[in-house]
């Protein structure tokens, strides 16, 4: 497994071992044991699979807040997806910041996100499967949202009209969310 490093703190891409033939492929996606070699010990409990069957469908920016706020590892098994995270933790040095990530089934990395960070992405071909674990359960109560596209964080997105969720077009922007953040 190669962990690659972003600009945030904790926050990795990672990239499995794929042993291939004439057959296909095989890959661990996930080895508790071997992640935490590489520092990555979460007790992930439940995970969630969707489907985009649209090119240019947009998922996000969601979080949860505490006490129900979620790490994600993050894997598309079908299709590709441009992946965003938002650093929303106060006083981190990186506050506000984006950064944006190709996954897909054929380079097959995967994104750890942490709590604290706003997540979403956008699909890039049709019926595009993503899967992701999750180190708490979904919470209604405390499910957030940031706007895909809020004027201040300048997201480079692959679309400019894409296909959203009616809740997804409601979020606020980081600076209407600002004062809710909770993460411990």
């Known amino acids: 497994m190669k962990i690659i490093k972003t ?18 492929f095989f890959t661990e996606s996930y080895n508790k044991e071997l992640f935490v070699q590489h520092d990555i010990d979460m007790d ?11 090119s240019g469908t947009l998922r996000g920016m969601h979080y949860q807040l ?26 981190s040095p990186t506050y506000g910041q984006w950064q944006g990530f190709i ?4 380079n097959k990395r995967q994104l750890l996100v942490p709590k604290g960070f ?18 708490e359960l979904y919470s209604p109560e405390h499910d957030r949202g940031i706007a895909w596209n809020d004027p201040a964080l300048k997201i480079d997105w692959p679309v400019n009209e894409p296909v959203l969720s009616e809740k997804d077009t409601k979020h606020p922007t980081l600076a209407e969310a600002d004062n809710n953040f909770e993460w411990e």
């Open 44 to 54: 992930f409990i439940q995970d969630n699979h969707s489907l985009s069957q649209q």
């Open 7 to 24: 600009k945030f703190e904790d926050v990795v891409v990672i990239e499995p071992k794929v042993f291939g033939d004439h057959r296909g």
């Open 66 to 91: 505490a006490p129900k706020a979620q790490t994600k590892l993050v894997r598309v098994t079908r299709g590709a997806i441009y992946d965003v995270i938002i650093d929303i933790r106060k006083g």
């Open 118 to 135: 706003a997540h979403g992405f956008c699909t890039l071909v049709e019926n595009t499967e993503v899967q992701y674990k999750v180190d």
């Open 103 to 106: 996954l897909s089934a054929d």
